[in-house]
């Protein structure tokens, strides 16, 4: 079940972002381990301002999105969650509550690159991050 958290307490952000910490460490493995290890406090402190859409399972939280306004920040599913269709539920969900999306995934990150595009999100431009030295598209999705 796809749920908008409400109230961001403290367990939702310890979850929240352990589960963001695993995620990135296992989908981005040509990015350096303490870049996001680095980046762990500055996401739990960014967590409260931001939008959170969570999906439940087993009455625990398995799987979320986190957006600033229409910018998804990242879709993050616990790894043994991964794989069935958890990212596309809260995909579609978010895709009733917005009408335009957007997203940066690294170009490397070819599964991410290859859902986001068979969910009708284009590549609008390639970007080079500083802090990674990583190439990154900006895609779009818009119902307009």
């Known amino acids: 079940m796809v749920k908008k958290l409400d109230n961001i307490d403290f367990e939702s952000i310890e979850k929240i972002s352990n589960i963001w ?56 599913i616990t790894d043994n969650y991964r794989n069935k269709g958890i990212g596309r539920l809260i995909l579609e969900r978010l895709k009733t509550d917005y009408s335009v999306l957007n997203l940066h995934v690294y170009e490397k990150n070819e599964g991410a690159t290859r859902f986001y595009t068979k969910h009708h999100f284009e590549i609008r431009s390639k970007e080079f991050e500083e802090d990674t030295q990583e190439y990154e598209y900006l895609m779009e999705w818009g119902s307009n």
């Open 21 to 76: 910490l695993n995620s990135n460490l296992d989908a981005h493995d040509f990015i350096k381990r303490d870049y996001w290890i680095n980046n762990l406090d500055k996401v739990k402190n960014m967590l409260p301002d931001s939008t959170i859409y969570v999906y439940y399972a087993d009455n625990q939280i398995v799987g979320f999105a986190g957006l600033y306004e229409q910018y998804i920040a990242g879709i993050f």
